[in-house]
Structure formats: structure tokens, C-alpha cells
């Protein structure tokens, strides 16, 4: 992997802009805002910019999550994406230019950099960007610890998830050495949720089906839910998971309209089906046992079917 082409790029580099993916969660987030704040150390002159609006406000607590900007500076001259798998989820043009490095861990990964840290074994981007800054040397400030620490605990389901091994801890205990605070950022991702996503919760609960003798489960999420609650497509996140949590379910899927047209899927499997395949066949992407895609101008009943379909083929395969 070009750990030290990542950092003489980014060393040589006059003007950074770190860019997250589309519906950014923490990962992308946490993993860009700590790179800002690393950067920021080593005196660049850098931005975070992520395409979405609104962003999640459940996040806010991030450091310099205020600092966050919509557009790409025309002067920059190097694009460091974060956590994102394929270059359109950016949302960004690509630049003329600029060097793009792709800091990530999907397996999907596309290689769109002209310098690629993919690591798909690793819990989340945060652990390929902390990889990079001690490679390279860099001071890594507190700020960028919680930002990292953060990132770590959302994509790890709290150090639940497959994959989480000896070297994860190992991360988390070097960030908690930097002063990241393990009590503090899980109480800002559990026990800070606004009002709004309560009252979508058991809306969205209510549309709860089960398919292939309850060994799939679905969700969905219709645009006037979200306004009868007062919510955003961010307040969904991650009520995929409740489709998952029942005993005898392996895939779990949640579909959401989008405010553009569309239906968004979020896949969620236990341990046996790879739901990476099967977004990746629908033209998105993500992880085996978390993924997902949008499809457009297919009617709800005829994805669920298609969807059904390739799960029953991965429980069985
Ligand atoms: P979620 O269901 O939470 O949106 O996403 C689950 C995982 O799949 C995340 O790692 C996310 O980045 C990835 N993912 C979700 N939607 C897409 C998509 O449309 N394209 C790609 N490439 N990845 C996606
Ligand atoms: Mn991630």
C-alpha cells in the first residue's frame, strides 16, 4: 500500500480539501474531520466538505463539525476522500488537477485515486487515515482522537461487529492514550438523539415484514413519515438494525424514499449472507454484512421482490 506516496502527496500539497461521502455518517465524518484537524496541526491549508444537506445535527458534537463546508475550493490542488468507495458518492466533480488519495476500507472499493489506502480488512476509514498519520509521522492532536474514536465505535456496532480483532483495540487504546474519552463519545452517539426520531421509530417499526419463512426482514421509510415525525433522511440511519435484531432473521433491509425520487437500500446481514454482492449488483456497494444502493423509477413492490430474490440465493448459497 503507497503509505509513503500518501504522505509526500499530502506533504507537498498547497491547498487539501478532504471530501466524505454522500449521507455521511460518522465514519466519514469522523475520519475527515480528524485528518482536518491533523492537517490543521501541521499548518495546511485545508477544508472538510461534504455534499449533503442537511447534515446530521446528531453529530454536531464532532470537532469542528461547524468548520464543515459545501463546495470545493477551486485552488485545491489535492482531494482526499474519506471512507467512500466510488467517486460519484462524493457528489464532487472530479477536479482537473488535483491529485485525488482515497482513504478507505470497503471491499467495493472502485481505486478511483491516483493514490489508493483501501484496507478492507480495517474497522473503518478512521483506522487507515490513523495508519497513514503514524506512518508519516504527524502529530495527532486530541480533536482528531475523538474524531477517530468516534468513527471507530459507530462502524464497530460499539467493537461488536466481525472484524473487530486484537489491532482494532490496539487503535482504540492508542486514541484513548491521545485524550479521546471512550464514556463521552458513546453518550453523544447514543443519548443525544432530538425528539423527531423518536416519533419516526415506531412509524417505521409499524411497516416491519418478514420474508423467506422470517429469515429476512424489511423496513421501510415513505417521505410523509418523515414529515409527519418532523425528520430527516439522517434520522433513519440506523433503524435498519431493528429489522436485523430478530432471532430468526440473517438479512435485514430498510428502503427509504429519497426527496429527489429514488428508493435508497440499507442492507444489514448476520454471518452468512455477503449483502456487498448483492448492492453491488444493484449499482451500489459497502461492506458484507452492511451495504447499500438507490435505485430509480422502480416501483417498492418490484425492488422487494428483486431484493428477496438475491437474498434467498446469498442465505442459501
Ligand atoms: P447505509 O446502509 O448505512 O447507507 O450503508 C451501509 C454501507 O454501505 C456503508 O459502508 C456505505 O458507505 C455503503 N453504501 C451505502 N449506499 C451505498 C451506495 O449507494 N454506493 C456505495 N458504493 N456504497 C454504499
Ligand atoms: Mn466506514
Not at 203 to 217: I, N, P, Y
Request: aromatic fraction near 8%; glycine fraction near 8%.
Amino acid at each position: 500500500m503507497d503509505y509513503r506516496r500518501a504522505r509526500e502527496a499530502i506533504e507537498n500539497a498547497r491547498y487539501v480539501t478532504i471530501v466524505g461521502h454522500l449521507n455521511p455518517d460518522a465514519d466519514t465524518l469522523g475520519t475527515g474531520l480528524g485528518l482536518w484537524w491533523i492537517l490543521k496541526e501541521m499548518g495546511k491549508r485545508v477544508d472538510a466538505v461534504y455534499m449533503s444537506h442537511p447534515l446530521p445535527q446528531m453529530l454536531s458534537f464532532l470537532p469542528a463539525f461547524g468548520k464543515i463546508k459545501h463546495a470545493v475550493d477551486a485552488r485545491s490542488d489535492l482531494i482526499l476522500s474519506v471512507d467512500c468507495g466510488s467517486f460519484d458518492r462524493l457528489g464532487i466533480e472530479r477536479p482537473e488537477k488535483a491529485v485525488v488519495v482515497n482513504i478507505d476500507h470497503h471491499r467495493s472499493n472502485t481505486a478511483y485515486g491516483d493514490i489508493d489506502l483501501v484496507e478492507p480488512d480495517y474497522s473503518c476509514a478512521a483506522e487507515v487515515a490513523f495508519r497513514l498519520a503514524l506512518s508519516a509521522g504527524w502529530d495527532i492532536p486530541r480533536s482528531a482522537a475523538i474524531n477517530f474514536y468516534t468513527a471507530l465505535i459507530s462502524d464497530t456496532g460499539y467493537f461488536g461487529y466481525e472484524g473487530v480483532n486484537a489491532r482494532v483495540f490496539d487503535f482504540a487504546k492508542a486514541l484513548l492514550q491521545l485524550g479521546a474519552d471512550a464514556e463521552w463519545s458513546a453518550r453523544m452517539l447514543r443519548e443525544n438523539q432530538p425528539l423527531c426520531k423518536m416519533r419516526l421509530l415506531p412509524k417505521v417499526l409499524e411497516t416491519l415484514t418478514l420474508h423467506l419463512q422470517g429469515r429476512a426482514a424489511g423496513l421501510h421509510v415513505t417521505r410523509r413519515m418523515l414529515e409527519s415525525a418532523g425528520a430527516t433522511v439522517n434520522e433513519t440511519d440506523d433503524m435498519v438494525n431493528y429489522a436485523r435484531a430478530l432471532a430468526t432473521v440473517e438479512v435485514g433491509f430498510l428502503i427509504r424514499e429519497e426527496e429527489a425520487g429514488g428508493l435508497k437500500v440499507s442492507l444489514r446481514s448476520k454471518s452468512k449472507a455477503d449483502v456487498g454482492r448483492i448492492a453491488v449488483a444493484f449499482g451500489g456497494g459497502g461492506h458484507i454484512r452492511a451495504a447499500g444502493f438507490t435505485v430509480y423509477g422502480m416501483e417498492h413492490d418490484m425492488l422487494v421482490e428483486k431484493l428477496l430474490y438475491m437474498i434467498k440465493e446469498e442465505i442459501e448459497a
